[in-house]
Nanobody
Framework: VQLQASGGGLVQAGGSLRLSCAASGRTFSSYHMGWFRQAPGNEREFVAAISWSGGSKSYADSVKGRFTISRDNAKNTVYLQMNSLKAEDTAVYYC????????????????WGQGTQVTVSS
């Protein structure tokens, strides 16, 4: 499975963006998926995760109530809807996948996309 993230860009504070992560391969629906982000000088941090079925979701406290993760297994795609964006959301956003149990640790994810830049101007 290969992952391709898209949808990043420049947006004003308070605005919205939707990131997409398209997967190739027929086993996408068996993977738990996550979104992570990394700002310059910072470690990669957890943003949101979703189970293979979509029935279980988790979020970082910093994005709860503003971001929504979802997936469409028929389209092999996972999404991150980001609303009420803040300057501190500026980072490169990565999608990632793993089998086994759902996790929020980057170290547990073995499958990574290339990242898409999100810049929020204040």
């Amino acid at each position: 499975v290969q992952l391709q993230a898209s949808g990043g860009g420049l947006v004003q504070a308070g605005g919205s963006l939707r990131l997409s992560c398209a997967a190739s391969g027929r086993t996408f629906s068996s993977y738990h998926m996550g979104w992570f982000r990394q700002a310059p000088g910072n470690e990669r941090e957890f943003v949101a995760a979703i189970s293979w079925s979509g029935g279980s979701k988790s979020y970082a406290d910093s994005v709860k109530g503003r971001f929504t993760i979802s997936r469409d297994n028929a389209k092999n795609t996972v999404y991150l809807q980001m609303n009420s964006l803040k300057a501190e959301d500026t980072a490169v956003y990565y999608c990632a996948g793993r089998s086994g149990w759902i996790s929020s640790s980057p170290a547990d994810f073995g499958l990574w996309g290339q990242g898409t830049q999100v810049t929020v101007s204040s």
